[in-house]
């Protein structure tokens, strides 16, 4: 991810992430000590602190952002598990969705479309 978002950087990009609710919280829907390692924040400062030990934990260098406690963003652009988004002057134009077996994500093939927006763009700037 930290690599996807440095190859980026260069080109006036600006990828962040947006820290939602939990999605397995250990007092909601836990699955586990190793995914379900915090409780749902009640607070706004909570999901925060959340926030701000996982960049620390795991080294996170994209900028975060985080959703407030009605959950807007969530509720706006539908991002759970968690998705790609690309917006571009306040249109969504990719909805990145995940593998439906696996949950994960081809960085390479969403490094390529960035690649070749921000190329399609340059040409007509």
């Given amino acids: ?3 996807l978002v440095r190859s980026h950087v260069p080109n006036g990009i600006k990828l962040v992430a947006i ?3 939990e999605a397995h919280s250990k007092d909601e829907w836990p699955v586990g000590e190793t995914i379900s390692c915090v409780e ?3 607070t706004l400062e909570e999901r925060l602190e959340n ?3 996982f960049k620390k934990n795991f080294n996170f260098e994209m900028p975060m952002l985080v959703d407030d406690m009605n959950n807007t963003f969530h509720n706006t652009y539908g991002s759970w598990p968690f998705r790609f988004f690309v917006i571009y002057e306040g249109q ?3 909805k990145a969705e995940p593998d439906a077996e696996m949950f ?3 960085l390479d093939e969403i490094d390529k479309w960035i690649a070749n927006f921000y ?3 340059s040409q007509t700037i």
């Fill in 92 to 94: 969504l134009l990719l």
């Fill in 104 to 106: 994960t994500y081809d």
């Fill in 51 to 53: 926030a701000r030990r």
């Fill in 1 to 3: 991810m930290n690599a």
């Fill in 119 to 121: 190329e399609s763009r």
């Fill in 40 to 42: 749902q924040p009640k």
């Fill in 19 to 21: 820290y939602i609710a």
